[in-house]
């Protein structure tokens, strides 16, 4: 009995197994052309920066995305070569299966054909119908004799088709092979690539060591205008939740004055307004500054259901220092955002998402724009100029500025960052790849 039930249960998991496939794989397949397509870009901007004579931040960081990339790529065709070998295992099993179900069909037609070698005189078949007791039996014993003439010929029919089913899966079992294989020498293939980087990563990380007085230098001077910087942006924050807390307190007196000068007018309703008093001040307490209207609620659900395709802010650039804490050598710094490199200074800079400037600076090193979407924030610093001002409403992919020089004087540069109302996100993840 647990025999049988854990056939059962094999074969269900079996079939389902089966029935998942052809969606896996045209999802890892869509997956695997998308990172090729990504490897390629990546290829191509690091082909930029490759050739200078001078190592770069955005070099490594170039190479270590690449690096990324490619394990992913590797990861899917290590996915790939799962499925496949399942595939085969799977059919493998299915053709046993076949198999000896073609072994029973045959053993029985046998059966059956001996019977009637040994029952085959014309006397035999007329004396089963005669010696019938009525004319309804013999009938029904002519009936039985063709069934059992159709129930051979449909033996002959199902050996066939088996046959037939036992050679298509051998067919489709020696195609999951051949793709097995082509998978496995890809994944060869790939192995190497990513070897080749890795030791391409540590030529330019030795070269970045020798360098690092300049490294020094250039990762002090970025750490101070983060630092200016994020002061300014929570500056901005701060001033836009004090202003959007004054304009609902505002609404809030005028709405209580509104129900004192009612209940002056009408006396008789005065009670309803004690009533009303303890529900205006849970309000209050539910109060979403940043999200306190219906047009920033939107907002802030649009850049949400965006995560992830976002455009980027520039047209042609790599990613030089990626989110977070990068380090390099005995050098280690935090970046607040991911800072854009680009091939040449002056490049277009654009907005990411429909939003509202809300700040325009200054920073010392560059210029800065704010854009706010609902309780969402992309900031935009490094720019050699700005043409938005406070309150202009921006488009995505409107132009708002463009780049200034890059740090180490490779190209242009814009560092992104993206803000959660005070808290830091990754940009990266919100971006389109």
Same mark, same amino acid.
């Given at each position: 009995?647990?025999?049988?039930?854990?056939?059962?249960?094999?074969?269900?998991?079996?079939?389902?197994?089966?029935?998942?496939?052809?969606?896996?794989?045209?999802?890892?397949?869509?997956?695997?052309?998308?990172?090729?397509?990504?490897?390629?870009?990546?290829?191509?901007?690091?082909?930029?920066?490759?050739?200078?004579?001078?190592?770069?931040?955005?070099?490594?960081?170039?190479?270590?995305?690449?690096?990324?990339?490619?394990?992913?790529?590797?990861?899917?065709?290590?996915?790939?070569?799962?499925?496949?070998?399942?595939?085969?295992?799977?059919?493998?099993?299915?053709?046993?299966?076949?198999?000896?179900?073609?072994?029973?069909?045959?053993?029985?037609?046998?059966?059956?054909?001996?019977?009637?070698?040994?029952?085959?005189?014309?006397?035999?078949?007329?004396?089963?119908?005669?010696?019938?007791?009525?004319?309804?039996?013999?009938?029904?014993?002519?009936?039985?004799?063709?069934?059992?003439?159709?129930?051979?010929?449909?033996? $002959? @029919? /199902?050996?066939?088709?088996?046959?037939? *089913?036992?050679? !298509?899966? %051998?067919?489709?079992?020696?195609?999951? #092979?051949?793709?097995?294989?082509?998978?496995?020498?890809?994944?060869?293939?790939?192995?190497?690539?990513?070897?080749?980087?890795?030791?391409?990563?540590?030529?330019?990380?030795?070269?970045?060591?020798?360098?690092?007085?300049?490294?020094?230098?250039?990762?002090?001077?970025?750490?101070?205008?983060?630092?200016?910087?994020?002061?300014?942006?929570?500056?901005?924050?701060?001033?836009?939740?004090?202003?959007?807390?004054?304009?609902?307190?505002?609404?809030?007196?005028?709405?209580?004055?509104?129900?004192?000068?009612?209940?002056?007018?009408?006396?008789?309703?005065?009670?309803?307004? $004690? @009533? /009303?008093?303890?529900?205006?001040?849970? *309000?209050?307490? !539910?109060? %979403?500054?940043?999200?306190?209207?219906? #047009?920033?609620?939107?907002?802030?659900?649009?850049?949400?259901?965006?995560?992830?395709?976002?455009?980027?802010?520039?047209?042609?650039?790599?990613?030089?220092?990626?989110?977070?804490?990068?380090?390099?050598?005995?050098?280690?710094?935090?970046?607040?955002?991911?800072?854009?490199?680009?091939?040449?200074?002056?490049?277009?800079?654009?907005?990411?998402?429909?939003?509202?400037?809300?700040?325009?600076?200054?920073?010392?090193?560059?210029?800065?724009?704010?854009?706010?979407?609902?309780?969402?924030?992309?900031?935009?610093?490094?720019?050699?100029?700005?043409?938005?001002?406070?309150?202009?409403?921006?488009?995505?992919?409107?132009?708002?500025?463009?780049?200034?020089?890059?740090?180490?004087?490779?190209?242009?540069?814009?560092?992104?960052?993206?803000?959660?109302?005070?808290?830091?996100?990754?940009?990266?993840?919100?971006?389109?790849?």
């Amino acid at each position: 009995m647990k025999k049988s039930l854990f056939l059962v249960a094999f074969l269900v998991s079996t079939l389902a197994a089966l029935a998942q496939q052809p969606g896996e794989r045209a999802r890892m397949e869509s997956e695997r052309k998308a990172l090729q397509r990504e490897l390629k870009a990546m290829q191509d901007e690091y082909n930029k920066v490759k050739g200078q004579k001078k190592v770069t931040l955005g070099q490594l960081n170039a190479l270590l995305g690449k690096i990324a990339v490619q394990d992913a790529y590797i990861r899917n065709i290590n996915n790939e070569i799962k499925v496949l070998s399942d595939e085969v295992y799977l059919s493998t099993l299915e053709i046993n299966r076949l198999q000896r179900q073609l072994d029973t069909l045959k053993a029985q037609y046998i059966r059956s054909v001996v019977y009637a070698y040994k029952n085959r005189s014309s006397y035999d078949y007329l004396n089963f119908i005669f010696s019938a007791n009525s004319f309804n039996d013999a009938l029904k014993r002519v009936g039985y004799l063709r069934n059992y003439r159709a129930y051979r010929q449909q033996q $002959v @029919a /199902t050996i066939k088709d088996t046959q037939k *089913a036992i050679e !298509e899966r %051998k067919q489709q079992l020696l195609g999951k #092979k051949t793709e097995k294989n082509s998978a496995l020498s890809n994944q060869r293939e790939q192995l190497a690539v990513l070897a080749d980087q890795k030791k391409e990563k540590d030529v330019v990380v030795n070269k970045l060591k020798s360098q690092e007085s300049d490294l020094s230098k250039q990762i002090a001077s970025k750490k101070k205008r983060d630092k200016q910087l994020q002061n300014q942006i929570a500056a901005v924050i701060r001033r836009e939740i004090d202003a959007a807390r004054k304009a609902e307190a505002a609404r809030v007196a005028a709405e209580r004055k509104r129900t004192e000068e009612a209940n002056r007018a009408n006396p008789t309703t005065s009670t309803g307004s $004690v @009533a /009303t008093a303890p529900k205006k001040a849970a *309000a209050s307490k !539910e109060f %979403k500054p940043l999200n306190s209207s219906e #047009k920033e609620i939107s907002l802030s659900a649009n850049f949400e259901k965006n995560k992830g395709s976002l455009p980027w802010p520039v047209d042609n650039g790599v990613v030089s220092i990626p989110y977070g804490t990068s380090k390099v050598g005995g050098l280690e710094f935090d970046n607040p955002g991911i800072t854009i490199s680009t091939p040449s200074a002056g490049t277009a800079v654009k907005a990411i998402f429909d939003g509202e400037v809300r700040s325009v600076s200054n920073t010392g090193d560059g210029m800065m724009v704010m854009i706010r979407h609902g309780k969402y924030f992309s900031v935009y610093s490094n720019l050699a100029s700005a043409n938005v001002s406070i309150g202009t409403i921006v488009r995505t992919g409107q132009s708002i500025g463009t780049t200034a020089t890059a740090d180490d004087g490779s190209g242009g540069q814009v560092d992104l960052i993206i803000m959660q109302e005070y808290t830091k996100v990754n940009p990266r993840s919100w971006l389109r790849r």
